[in-house]
């Protein structure tokens, strides 16, 4: 049985897309563009893919992708026994009522959705999706499990590991109150589909695109949870569970756009992203220090909006960028970024991926978030496998298989 660890990047919204109430932590409805031939089809398209999830398998059910292409969800099967074996995308309607998709979370092996209903005011649910005891037909969706009845403008969704097993168990949402306006104050909402709790946000209108966690962080050798969103915030492990503190707002660095870990055997790295094209690095126990975040990357006439760990765990590993336009830079694609240790603090060094990547239409356009799937062990010739997705404002979705930096890489469309 085929076990996965995923991984993935997150969009800077605000680059590359149109928001609803002008905030960067929702999406809006985008119309189709039309493309140039692509350079490999499968029957997803092209468009605004704005998110990709996991599940994994269960009972007859095999491992399964769900993607937000606009406002609509469609699943296939992850891996058969062979490539040629996977499922064309089956679109996933929406629970009656509602318009369209906003947000995707999985916590262990269930899937969850924020649905949005338009109009003069937009109002949401959020809702757990029933998989089809049929294999690998489409399921359907429950009753909506969040009322809101204060907090009833959602705004993020995203589901953590906090026990250290490798499964995200916890389920994290953020939302505000019609009544204050879309630059109100946040709230994060600990595990909505149950039995919510409610911490308090640093500041107004900071919504979330995702959250990870580090094993210690400025309150010292305690897990720590970072909500990534127009800014960087952050609280304890312990306050998520049981706490009622607010979160804190970290010095990110200015422009910035997202984050990721990277970790070298027990310690773990802060590396975040920025708008104009710079890279920084701190240790999770300083990112409350401004003066501690240090450029370790950077590359002109650049924007960055996303990034990815590839691979992780020695001094010698890989991370993908991806980047967008601005009013005085173009969208240049994807760039690979090798790590290193120099002195004992991380150094990243850009290039263009190589293989067929020049020749395909992802260089010249944004890269809004990655998803990094691992496959361990694939019934694929029974050896570990990684696939990197690259998903795009307005060309949809790419993969490149067993990615790792190399001169052979893949890129094709889905």
């Not at 049981?242 to 990110?252: C, D, V």
């Not at 975040?272 to 590359?299: F, H, K, L």
Request: proline share 4%; charged share 20%; hydrophobic share 35%.
């Amino acid at each position: 049985m085929k076990t996965r660890t995923v991984l993935s990047g997150a969009a800077l919204a605000a680059v590359t897309v149109f928001l609803f109430g002008c905030t960067q932590g929702t999406q809006g409805i985008f119309s189709e563009l039309e493309q140039e031939e692509k350079i490999f089809s499968n029957n997803l398209g092209d468009g605004l893919v704005a998110e990709l999830v996991l599940l994994p398998s269960s009972g007859d059910n095999a491992p399964t992708y769900v993607v937000r292409k606009g406002v609509r969800l469609s699943q296939r099967r992850a891996v058969q026994d062979d490539r040629s074996g996977e499922g064309i995308w089956q679109v996933i309607q929406p629970p009656p009522g509602r318009t369209g998709a906003q947000f995707l979370a999985v916590t262990t092996d269930t899937l969850y959705g924020v649905y949005f209903t338009g109009g003069n005011s937009l109002s949401f649910g959020l809702y757990e999706y029933q998989r089809n005891p049929e294999a690998n037909a489409v399921g359907n969706w429950g009753e909506n499990l969040y009322t809101g009845e204060t907090l009833d403008q959602i705004t993020g969704l995203s589901a953590v590991d906090l026990t250290g097993d490798g499964a995200a168990e916890t389920l994290l949402m953020t939302a505000y109150a019609r009544s204050t306006g879309t630059s109100g104050p946040r709230s994060l909402v600990v595990n909505p589909h149950d039995t919510p709790r409610t911490l308090a946000m640093d500041g107004g209108g900071d919504d979330m695109r995702r959250a990870v966690v580090t094993t210690s962080g400025p309150a010292g050798a305690e897990s720590t949870v970072w909500i990534v969103g127009n800014g960087l915030q952050y609280t304890t492990a312990t306050n998520i569970t049981s706490g009622s503190a607010a979160l804190t707002l970290a010095p990110a660095p200015v422009g910035f756009s997202d984050l990721a870990v990277y970790r070298v055997g027990t310690t773990e790295w802060l590396i975040a992203t920025t708008v104009g094209g710079d890279i920084y690095a701190v240790a999770p126990e300083n990112a409350d220090d401004a003066d501690a975040w240090q450029e370790v990357g950077s590359r002109s006439g650049t924007s960055f909006t996303t990034l990815a760990v590839v691979s992780d765990g020695t001094a010698e590993g890989l991370l993908v960028f991806g980047t967008g336009a601005t009013r005085s830079v173009v969208s240049r694609g994807l760039f690979d970024g090798a790590f290193s240790l120099v002195d004992g603090f991380p150094s990243i060094s850009l290039r263009e991926p190589r293989g067929n990547y020049s020749s395909t239409q992802i260089r010249t356009t944004s890269v809004d978030r990655f998803f990094v799937d691992r496959i361990t062990p694939a019934d694929i010739d029974d050896v570990e496998t990684l696939r990197l997705f690259a998903l795009t404002p307005n060309l949809g979705l790419f993969r490149a298989d067993d990615y790792s930096g190399g001169a052979d890489e893949t890129w094709i469309s889905e």
